[in-house]
């Protein structure tokens, strides 16, 4: 990865200290700046880090006959408005190069849900949420029609590298199954998930998490075509449409937030069938109650039985105080969008 890097940044140094060289006549510095929004394309399916709710779209309910329904939902992370500027050096009146610099904010898209009820009429429903904010940069060749005319034509082609950014993940979930407080219980307080287990029914729990996905350096393709209109020798205005093509893979997803609430009524009754003193049960849960294992997931090439891949306190591999551990998977941030902005001319 380091000598990937180094290699990107002496062919950008290269290509600057040949502009450098070029005929001082024809040689021109500008800058542009430009606005807009893109939608996703060569969209594929999008996964859910947290397993509470499922890397797929799934409805179901008990209305009647029994249905179930299941799909995958498609999209694309890198729909949304963006903003960018970039400094470039025409070598010659039809050929530069250019450094772009943008950020994305995405659209919020809906990753997962879940919305099932059980045969006995308890309903587990969850949602999970995402955007994403990206700082990139685009070093392209540039390739322009005559800048003495009004309308200029012009293409650029070149790479694209996401330099810094987090997808945010937000999860909504309402469990009146207690399937939730079953699996994470043991994890929080194991004393007090075993005095559980003698409850005839399940603990409901409404959750709240908010989580940060981070990514390893990837390297994407862009290209840009447009048009623009001089003014003056200084100035001029321009639309311009692009197209980005890139996946990353993804590195880690730390928690940021968490809540957990049991309801009041629930907890007295607990409290009464457990014969406890009121107050002792423990309703409500936040973000430094959890330990290790659920605040942190980094995702590995490979999962084997010696990783931290279970919530299962009997598993061999088990260990609370450490990340859990999935397989990775890689997001798309594939756009085409349409932009509008100006240029300066520096003379």
Same mark, same amino acid.
């Given at each position: 990865m380091k000598t990937l890097k180094l290699n990107l940044l002496f062919s950008i140094l290269f290509l600057v200290s040949y502009a450098q060289e070029g005929d001082s006549k024809n040689g021109r510095m500008y800058f542009t700046f430009k606005a807009g929004y893109s939608i996703g394309v060569a969209n594929s399916t999008i996964g859910s880090p947290r397993s509470e709710v499922g890397n797929r779209i799934l409805v179901s309910s008990t209305d009647g006959d029994y249905s179930f329904s299941q799909k995958n939902p498609f999209g694309s992370r890198g729909a949304g408005a963006q903003i960018a #500027? +970039? &400094?470039? !050096? *025409?070598? +010659?009146?039809? &050929? =530069? /190069?250019? *450094?772009e610099f943008s950020f994305l904010r995405s659209s919020k898209i809906l990753d997962a849900s879940r919305d099932e009820t059980n045969d006995q009429g308890f309903n587990y429903f969850a949602e999970q949420y995402s955007y994403t904010n990206m700082f990139r940069a685009a070093p392209m060749l540039v390739v322009s029609g005559s800048?003495?005319?009004k309308f200029i034509p012009y293409a650029k082609f070149g790479i694209l590298l996401p330099l810094a950014g987090k997808t945010i993940v937000e999860v909504n979930? %309402?469990?009146g199954i207690g399937e939730l407080a079953e699996q994470i219980l043991p994890l929080i307080n194991p004393e007090l998930a075993a005095e559980f287990e003698d409850l005839p029914i399940g603990i409901p729990t409404t959750s709240f998490i908010k989580a940060k996905t981070a990514g390893s350096f990837s390297v994407g393709f862009a290209a840009r075509l447009g048009c623009e209109y001089a003014f003056n020798s200084n100035w001029s205005i321009f639309g311009e449409m692009e197209m980005n093509m890139l996946t990353i893979k993804a590195k880690e997803t730390k928690f940021t937030e968490f809540s #957990?609430? /049991?309801p009041a009524e629930l907890v007295a009754v607990a409290e009464q069938i457990l014969d406890k003193e009121p107050g002792s049960i423990q309703g409500t849960y936040g973000l430094y109650d959890l330990p290790e294992i659920l605040r942190l997931t980094v995702y590995e090439n490979e999962i084997t039985e010696a990783s931290n891949y279970t919530y299962d306190v009997n598993?061999? +591999?088990f260990n609370k105080d450490a990340p859990f551990q999935q397989v990775t998977f890689r997001?798309? !941030? %594939? +756009?085409? =969008?349409?932009? &509008?902005g100006f240029k300066y001319r520096f003379k």
């Open positions: #500027t +970039s &400094f470039a !050096y *025409m070598i +010659s009146k039809n &050929f =530069g /190069v250019e *450094m800048p003495d005319n979930i %309402n469990d #957990t609430e /049991v598993s061999p +591999s997001d798309n !941030y %594939n +756009s085409f =969008g349409l932009m &509008f």
